[in-house]
């Protein structure tokens, strides 16, 4: 059915800062600008910048809607939920990154260990928080972490559902694995 990302949009504040952070700082291309004074999918009358950032074989894209009221964020959500999550190639690349964000002045959390991967965590200009993700091979028991989550993946599931509360099958994932 669906093979893989297109896109996925999100807005900005201001257009060319947003592609000269994602371009200039974090390396990606600047493949599309399109720009228009209606919106083709309602017909609203809403002036916008539609920037496309390629990421791998999909795009990271951005709006800016001058006319409409200032951006904001979910006040009832927190900061920490909604974010975009990048890979990068190895622990090196990611230490890398975070001294080179660091050095241009951005605060950047971590690196953070999930277990199956290793993250840091910063801003956009826009504000959206952004995660850098090197993926780990870890095992649990003499198998494959990330198999083992996926067997408890509809069972966690289930049980979320119907308690409200965290399942503990995977608590072992950010105590203690075998390596």
Not at 109 to 114: A, C, R
Request: hydrophobic share 40%.
């Amino acid at each position: 059915m669906i093979s893989d990302f297109h896109h996925v949009a999100f807005r900005c504040k201001n257009a060319k800062e947003t592609v000269a952070f994602y371009r200039d700082i974090l390396g990606l291309e600047f493949t599309l600008a399109i720009a228009e004074d209606k919106v083709p999918s309602t017909g609203e009358n809403n002036p916008y910048m539609h920037i496309f950032l390629q990421v791998g074989q999909a795009h990271l894209a951005f709006f800016e809607l001058p006319n409409s009221p200032e951006m904001g964020t979910d006040l009832n959500t927190p900061n920490w939920v909604q974010h975009i999550a990048l890979k990068v190639k190895n622990n090196e690349k990611l230490l890398q990154i975070k001294n080179y964000l660091e050095s241009l002045g951005h605060n950047v959390l971590g690196p953070v260990n999930h277990g199956i991967f290793h993250s840091i965590y910063f801003h956009d200009p826009s504000g959206h928080r952004l995660e850098l993700v090197v993926d780990q091979e870890l095992t649990y028991k003499g198998e494959s972490a990330n198999k083992v989550l996926k067997k408890l993946a509809d069972e966690m599931l289930t049980e979320w559902s119907l308690t409200g509360e965290p399942p503990k099958h995977a608590q072992w994932l950010h105590s203690t694995l075998d390596s």
